[in-house]
């Protein structure tokens, strides 16, 4: 069992960049699947992106391909999302999730953080 901590979520201008991380405690970190989701104001959670569990293979939806760079260093027990060119429509409260799977994308995540919210200004 893992507790997830997201951080670095604020305000930015469009077309800044934020690098939000998805921190870990309780199990070993190293073993679990992570993904990224957002879920804007009135609308449904959207999956943005994915790291297997040794940060060899990623993936992204074709929606949000090329602004956003999921990274993990599991010494630091972290999962990283780069995210560059924000738009204000990238404005959302950011959460991640994991389940322990060799999968890059396992069938659900059992265990999410609290969510950080990035809001984008005009």
């Known amino acids: 069992q893992v507790q997830l901590v997201e951080s670095g979520g604020g305000v930015v201008q469009a077309g800044g960049s934020l690098r939000l991380s998805c921190t870990a405690s309780?199990?070993?970190?190293?073993?679990?699947?992570v993904g990224w989701f957002r879920q804007a104001p009135g609308k449904e959670r959207e999956f943005v992106a994915a790291?297997?569990?040794?940060?060899?293979?990623?993936y992204y939806p074709a929606s949000v391909k090329g602004p956003l760079t999921i990274s993990r260093d599991n010494a630091k027990n972290t999962v990283y999302l780069q995210m560059n060119s924000l738009k204000p429509e990238d404005t959302a409260v950011y959460y991640c999730?994991?389940?322990?799977?060799?999968?890059?994308?396992?069938?659900?995540?059992?265990?999410w953080g609290q969510g950080t919210q990035v809001t984008v200004s005009s």
């Open positions: 999730a994991a389940r322990g799977s060799r999968l890059i994308i396992p069938a659900k995540y059992d265990y």
């Open positions: 309780g199990d070993t970190f190293s073993s679990y699947a």
């Open positions: 790291i297997n569990w040794s940060g060899t293979s990623t």
